[in-house]
């Protein structure tokens, strides 16, 4: 990735504004945001690359919180490149999924092997027992429309 | 024509032509194939490997937006073709490649109901379809073996119960949940049908309820025409060529088709000679081409001497209402794919106000990316800082969507055109999208979303979150080539074959006269089969150039 030591420092200060430390969770910086995680992301997307150098290279008057809201309001994509790399690179880190219980997208053929409804269900039994909620299709009578266009 | 498999290499005349290798276009070539004919799709996309759809990659929720959006205009990937939207509501959404969008559907394999064939006799709207749900259901049941169909048999929702050749898939915590909340309210629900295998089948491996069946799946247990049709056809002598856009339909001077011209991937032309053409390239790509495909003969585009071509669009508006709930309901898991579905309000009852329904159905809500996405707009305070770990503790895993198909009727103002300055890569002008709600598609959406909060309310959701209509939602491609009996107000008839053109056919969703409230690919892919047959069963009698 082209991102040198200075900009990878600016992400990980604004990351942190985004996904900071709270609520029992780490902050950004503190799962290598700015090194394995912002690779991770721009791997994946390097679409994203270009908005999000916007974004740190804009110059700002105040702390790291100021120039995210400059961002938001004066860069809306960088912002939401920002965003997306902030948080994307923090939740495909390990212990973040591990601390938030999120295991992924993963395959488990056993989940299939036996289903777990069928029409003995109570609930299920209950729907079939109110009968049929379709209209039939119209008598022949009713067909002779049958074919026509609406005026 | 009688069929003569072995030819229609690139310098030989086809005996068919197939435009688009689809839903319908694999039904289509598989069939003609067996039957002997000499078949020549042409795609313009290419294969997926299934390894590269990016379910099983770490960087899923990242990948998923972009590179694997159903929209093309996000995607922009060479193989696709842009759209102009600026004029329409909702934006279509589609794949280029082998398989076409069933690579990236949902596989929510929903028949059509009996009053959706006849919308006119029995609302006083629209129109009637040229057969009834009874003679289109052998070949529903048909193709449901083909596509691997998951589901419970006995939904009263309709007239036989919709027996499916595989079990259903597990509704899961989440469909539990969904289920008891209209089980209170006295309300249908069913385990969905989907064209997932519940069990190995054919090509197709069992679901593991991975939950990324709208990027592909990458393992092989949903059903995509690239597994389920495309070897088997390849196996019968059907001929593929991928890479092959098609930018018009030639004609001789007895008004019928002779061909196509088409662009390879290096913008090479080329033509493919054919005694038969056949059309399966979405309700948007269709008229696209016969709107193309001018001609001195067919000033107003091919097959249009009803002006109907492009005219009538459809893309089933689509809303809803995520609910979230105090108890961890593993949220993420699939498949994604419908959980269950409802069919309570899908028939007319004028007293709300408006005519005809909507499906619902539970879809889940995905990892904590997804999550975020439901907070745009929102400010900086509310979406991060300590409010992001707040919001994902109290909503991964612990909520779900009730997603709204409505239904809308077949308007002239909603059409595909041409654009007059956009174009795809080969310099091929774009399709336009000219697409508003009626008064009667929006009455229906507030009904509908009402009833979602209250279903949600009485399931013990703490908190709904509504999405009104989304913009990225037109997966349903229907109505731009009307099948009609009248060649003064419709494009083809009742078998696909143009009026106006007795060797074109149109086999996709651009010949439904109505959108139902219901996924639409179950009815394209039993219409295209109705449709080939009758051309294979009468091919001693098909006109063909000399």
Request: aromatic share 8%; glycine share 12%; with cysteine.
């Amino acid at each position: 990735m082209t991102f040198d030591a200075v900009q990878r420092a600016a992400f990980a200060a604004l990351a942190d504004v985004l996904v900071p430390a709270a609520e029992g969770m780490p902050a950004a910086s503190e799962v290598d945001i700015a090194g394995a995680g912002l690779d991770r992301v721009l791997r994946a997307r390097p679409d994203l690359e270009a908005p999000l150098a916007r974004v740190l290279a804009m110059r700002t008057v105040g702390d790291a919180m100021e120039q995210v809201r400059g961002a938001q309001r004066d860069d809306p994509v960088g912002f939401e490149a920002l965003a997306l790399a902030a948080t994307a690179g923090y939740y495909t880190d390990g212990r973040v999924r591990e601390l938030i219980g999120y295991p992924g997208q993963t395959y488990d053929a056993s989940r299939v092997r036996e289903p777990d409804i069928d029409a003995s269900d109570p609930m299920l039994r209950r729907v079939a027992a109110r009968g049929p909620i379709y209209r039939p299709t119209p008598s022949a009578g009713t067909r002779a429309a049958a074919g026509s266009r609406a005026g | 024509m009688v069929g003569s498999n072995g030819r229609g290499g690139p310098d030989e005349v086809a005996d068919v032509v197939i435009v688009g290798a689809g839903a319908s276009g694999s039904v289509a070539a598989l069939r003609l194939a067996r039957a002997g004919f000499a078949v020549t799709c042409l795609e313009q996309g290419d294969y997926v490997d299934p390894s590269q759809f990016p379910g099983d990659k770490l960087e899923f929720e990242l990948l998923a937006p972009k590179t694997w959006h159903p929209n093309p205009n996000v995607r922009g990937l060479a193989d696709d073709y842009p759209c102009e939207t600026s004029e329409s509501d909702v934006n279509p959404l589609m794949w280029s490649g082998v398989g076409g969008s069933t690579v990236l559907w949902a596989a929510h394999w929903v028949r059509m109901l009996p009053s959706d064939f006849r919308v006119r006799s029995l609302d006083g709207v629209a129109d009637d379809w040229p057969f009834t749900y009874e003679e289109l259901l052998p070949f529903y049941q048909e193709v449901e073996k083909e596509f691997a169909v998951s589901g419970l048999g006995g939904d009263p929702a309709y007239p036989d119960g919709a027996e499916m050749p595989l079990p259903p898939l597990p509704i899961g915590k989440v469909g539990r949940k969904g289920a008891e909340g209209l089980d209170k309210l006295g309300w249908h629900w069913w385990p969905g049908p989907n064209a997932i295998a519940s069990r190995a089948f054919g090509n197709l491996h069992a679901c593991g309820l991975r939950g990324t069946c709208l990027t592909g799946c990458p393992d092989k247990a949903k059903a995509s025409t690239d597994l389920t049709h495309w070897p088997a056809a390849l196996d019968a002598g059907a001929r593929l060529v991928t890479g092959a856009r098609v930018r018009e339909i030639t004609v001789n001077g007895d008004g019928l088709a002779t061909g196509v011209i088409y662009v390879d991937r290096t913008g090479r032309e080329h033509r493919q000679a054919a005694q038969v053409v056949i059309v399966c390239a979405n309700g948007v790509g269709t008229p696209r081409l016969l709107l193309l495909s001018k001609s001195s003969r067919f000033a107003d585009g091919l097959a249009n001497s009803s002006g109907l071509v492009g005219k009538r669009l459809m893309m089933h508006p689509y809303a809803a209402v995520v609910g979230f709930y105090d108890e961890p309901l593993e949220s993420w898991l699939g498949p994604a794919g419908q959980i269950i579905h409802s069919l309570q309000f899908y028939e007319t009852d004028e007293s709300r106000g408006f005519v005809r329904g909507a499906k619902w159905q539970i879809m889940p809500t995905g990892g904590p990316l997804g999550l975020r996405s439901g907070y745009g707009g929102a400010p900086l305070e509310d979406r991060f800082g300590p409010a992001l770990h707040r919001n994902l503790r109290e909503q991964l895993g612990r909520g779900f969507e009730w997603g709204l198909i409505a239904e809308d009727l077949p308007e002239e103002s909603n059409y595909v055109t041409l654009d007059t300055t956009l174009s795809d890569t080969d310099g091929v002008p774009a399709p336009k999208i000219v697409y508003r709600n009626s008064d009667n598609t929006r009455a229906m959406l507030d009904f509908h979303l009402a009833r979602a909060h209250e279903a949600h309310a009485v399931s013990g959701a703490h908190k709904t979150v509504e999405t009104k209509l989304m913009r990225d939602c037109g997966w349903h491609l229907m109505g731009t080539c009307l099948m009609g009996n009248d060649p003064a107000t419709s494009v083809v008839d009742q078998w696909g074959r143009a009026h106006d053109v007795p060797n074109l056919y149109i086999y996709d969703g651009s010949v439904f006269p109505t959108s139902a409230g219901a996924n639409p690919t179950a009815t394209i892919a039993a219409v295209a089969l109705r449709c080939v047959k009758h051309l294979i069963e009468t091919r001693q009698n098909q006109e063909v150039p000399a």
